[in-house]
């Protein structure tokens, strides 16, 4: 098939180097803030006359069909058009012929993909803060419940002072919600209009980026291009802030797993959230406390691929950037995913009491 670059090239591209250089396995997911990205650019180009007004009708139609063809899951995907501005972008022209083309005046991938990953994160960004706020309503619905229940306090692991079980509790809340203000401050760096930079020097095209900005509900523009189409710093924030997150569930999780034992004996996880044991019958394991601590390592991972992915990258864009997604997508995903699991174990856990005898200093667990 020919590429939309290949203009000056004679021979195709080898099978191997299509299968290799493709990001749209993985960036399909992307499709929808594509398109929408797509629609503003063209309602811009039109605004300023850069293209005729019934060319940018025309263009905005064939961008809606497609988004329902996606809805449905009747969009053909094609791996060798590389990615998902290039399937969309193909697509288009098979709809409504050779001004399709138009949609690309004044815009590179480069910026284009940079957009796509910024209105794609900072919806994830409000999806996890949604998450922090659930559980933050139940940890302190535990408080709540549990108000009267006194546990030991612990340094080293030795028990130290009496403390309220709600305190250590809300000792955990406290670190969710600096997250969450966290991930909220990262969200000022995430919401950045990045489109005009085209491939790395602007365009000589009159655009209008306030425009797009506001259609897209982008507070501020990116002020220089180069930086715009290169930087991914705000995927590393956000993978630290990630990371930060899973290191503080993995420590509650490793309580979780203590307190499960018949040594410590303080918590009855649900038996919606636990597993068994086919051969040992007496057997009820802590599993998703196990899993959210396992997977903590792998969202460091990816905040470390994405710190090396960067590291001596040269301006402007590189095709390594490519690279970057799978980290992100990964990290997003675990992230929730373990928040919702995390919540949905504590929510239905029960705390044992600890008679008032058994709270002294010497006395066996
Ligand atoms: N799939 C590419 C990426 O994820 C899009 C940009 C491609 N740009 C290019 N000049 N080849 O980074």
Redesign the pocket.
């Known amino acids: 098939m020919k590429k939309p670059w290949g203009g000056r090239f004679q021979q195709s591209t080898d099978t191997l180097m299509e299968q290799f250089s493709q ?1 749209i396995s993985f ?1 399909r997911i992307l499709y929808a803030y594509d398109i929408e990205g797509s629609i503003a650019h063209c309602k811009m180009l039109a605004k300023c006359k850069i293209i005729k007004p019934a060319e940018s009708k025309k263009i905005i139609r064939g961008l809606e069909l497609i988004a329902k063809e996606f809805e449905d899951g009747r969009f053909e995907i094609q791996s060798c058009l ?2 998902i ?1 290039m399937n969309i972008e193909s697509r288009l022209a098979e709809m409504i012929g050779p001004v399709a083309g138009k949609l690309h005046t004044a815009r ?3 910026d ?2 940079c957009l796509d990953i910024r209105m794609y994160l900072r919806d994830q960004v409000g999806e996890i803060r949604k998450e922090i706020h659930r559980l933050a309503k139940t940890l302190l619905g535990l408080a709540k419940k549990n108000i009267d229940h006194i546990v030991p306090g612990y340094t080293h692991l030795q028990r130290a002072q009496p403390v309220l079980l709600s305190h250590h509790l809300l000792a955990h809340l406290e670190m969710f919600l600096r997250d969450r203000d966290r991930l909220e401050d990262g969200l000022k760096r995430i919401n950045v209009m990045p489109l005009g930079s085209a ?1 790395l020097a602007g365009t000589n095209f009159p655009i209008d980026r306030d425009y797009v900005a506001k259609l897209l509900k982008f507070p501020e523009v990116a002020h220089n291009s180069m930086d715009a189409v290169s930087d991914r710093d705000f995927l590393i924030e956000f993978c630290s802030t990630a990371s930060i997150i899973m290191m503080h569930l993995s420590r509650f999780c490793e309580e979780v797993v203590l307190w499960a034992s018949s040594e410590f004996n303080r918590i009855e996880l649900s038996d919606a959230f636990s597993t068994g044991s086919s051969i040992m019958p007496q057997k009820k394991n802590p599993d998703p406390a196990e899993l959210i601590r396992g997977k903590t390592g792998r969202v460091y991972g990816n905040l470390v691929a994405l710190l090396t992915l960067m590291k001596s990258l040269p301006l402007a ?1 590189n ?1 390594d ?2 690279e ?2 799978e980290p992100l997508f990964d990290t997003v995903n675990t992230v929730k995913s373990c928040l919702t699991v995390f919540n949905g174990m504590m929510q239905s856990a029960k705390f044992i009491k600890v008679s008032p005898e058994k709270l002294d200093r010497k006395s066996v667990v």
């Open positions: 990001s960036d590389e990615d501005h590179s991938r480069n284009q993909i491939a864009y095709r950037l490519q970057d997604k």
